[in-house]
T-cell receptor, first 109, second 111 residues
Framework: GIQVEQSPPDLILQEGANSTLRCNFSDSVNNLQWFHQNPWGQLINLFYIPSGTKQNGRLSATTVATERYSLLYISSSQTTDSGVYFC???????????FGTGTRLQVFP | NAGVTQTPKFRVLKTGQSMTLLCAQDMNHEYMYWYRQDPGMGLRLIHY???????AKGEVPDGYNVSRLKKQNFLLGLESAAPSQTSVYFC??????????FGPGTRLTVT
């Protein structure tokens, strides 16, 4: 099945810094999503982005489907950005999202 | 809208006991999913449904059964719980297989 790798596994930032999280996948996809799991365990959908670029406030994401990777940009990080960021992908002709193991982000004041 | 809700939030079972987890959504979504999350790992799909009356196996279906008798509800059953099923269980839904919305999770411990 499709493989999903996220990097870096851990990231520590000071408030105000910018960061880039990467998601590589091993096959063509028709669905790619980024999620944030906050320290209380709640999963929030950030982007549905099988291709192209989207922005939502301080967050933006870009997926280059032909090169099989996606990037999540966090600008001017805040302590509330802390948590685990997951990338999840779905291959063509399946209905199954496959999750990466996540990037754990800690933002300190 | 309540979004996706899960019942119960916490449960402790003894090995061999059975239980059912309930997921409900009020967004008229066609697709519903059950995942498990183990410490330090991403989510793994257990079973899913693409519409009322349908179910299909995910990555890790063994030891679980599901039913989707009503569009808004998706039930996950454990017939004979094992310690390996200790996990946090998440339900999700999507309108058409796209953007998924998650419930708050159910923490299950099997002793």
């Amino acid at each position: 099945g499709i493989q999903v790798e996220q990097s870096p596994p851990d990231l520590i930032l000071q408030e105000g810094a910018n960061s880039t999280l990467r998601c590589n996948f091993s096959d063509s996809v028709n669905n790619l999503q980024w999620f944030h799991q906050n320290p209380w365990g709640q999963l929030i959908n950030l982007f549905y982005i099988p291709s192209g670029t989207k922005q939502n406030g301080r967050l933006s994401a870009t997926t280059v489907a032909t090169e099989r990777y996606s990037l999540l940009y966090i600008s001017s990080s805040q302590t509330t950005d802390s948590g685990v960021y997951f990338c999840a992908v779905e291959s063509y002709n399946t209905d199954k999202l496959i999750f990466g193991t996540g990037t754990r982000l800690q933002v300190f004041p | 809208n309540a979004g996706v809700t899960q019942t119960p939030k916490f449960r402790v079972l003894k090995t061999g006991q059975s239980m059912t987890l309930l997921c409900a959504q009020d967004m008229n979504h066609e697709y519903m999913y059950w995942y498990r999350q183990d410490p330090g790992m991403g989510l793994r799909l257990i079973h899913y449904s693409v519409g009322e009356g349908t179910t299909a196996k995910g990555e890790v279906p063994d030891g679980y059964n599901v039913s989707r008798l009503k569009k808004q509800n998706f039930l996950l059953g454990l017939e004979s719980a094992a310690p390996s099923q200790t996990s946090v269980y998440f339900c999700a839904s999507s309108y058409d297989g796209g953007s998924e919305h998650f419930g708050p999770g159910t923490r299950l411990t099997v002793t």
